[in-house]
């Protein structure tokens, strides 16, 4: 079993739509959640960075950690055709410079 | 700041052939990591290097391997070539201090014939 699990899609909606992207994961020591987008042919870009449980938003971007559900999730408001890229969910423990990584969901937002 | 930069951004290589691949963190960075991706197989962890020192090892083989320089900027080196080598070669770096997250570079793209 993997240490961190994501739906590869691909996950199609038209524009203005609400983008739900979602992770589990199994190991209970993971502090740090992180998600990141890619582009076709780039590397992976930083969107959000969160510790422990808990909602942060930014932009049109919130990210949600429920740690009691090892369970991670990136919401994206008013989706833009822009937003299509493959969204990768990372994590790490504390003390513990080594990232985890989902497979990554493939999103296209049509216009 | 400057980001994080990998050179070459592409390789076509033939089987048997070796290969370094070179990445500069960004400035104050001591941690580098590199990664393979390939679709089949998402992003893969190489090995990470810190101060000099490779501190985390990922699951493949010793045709792979790195080194990191005392200015933090690393290599990263794959011999004896197979075609199944064939992916974007992504580099990150970090301050590795507690709760820090990683930056990546652009990826060097690798095509092995």
Redesign the interface.
Known sequence: QKEVEQDPGPLSVPEGAIVSLNCTYSNSAFQYFMWYRQYSRKGPELLMYTYSSGNKEDGRFTAQVDKSSKYISLFIRDSQPSDSATYLCAMRRDNFNKFYFGSGTKLNVKP | KAG?T?TPRYLIKTRGQQVTLSCSPISGHR?V?W?QQTPGQ??Q?LF?Y?SETQ??KGNFPGRFSGRQFSNSRSEMNVSTLELGDSA?Y?C?S?L?A??????????T?LLVL
């Open positions: 994080v990998q941690s990591s990664y998402g992003l962890f990470e810190f501190r985390n974007l992504l990150a970090s590795a507690v709760g820090e997250t990683q930056y990546f570079g652009p990826g793209r």
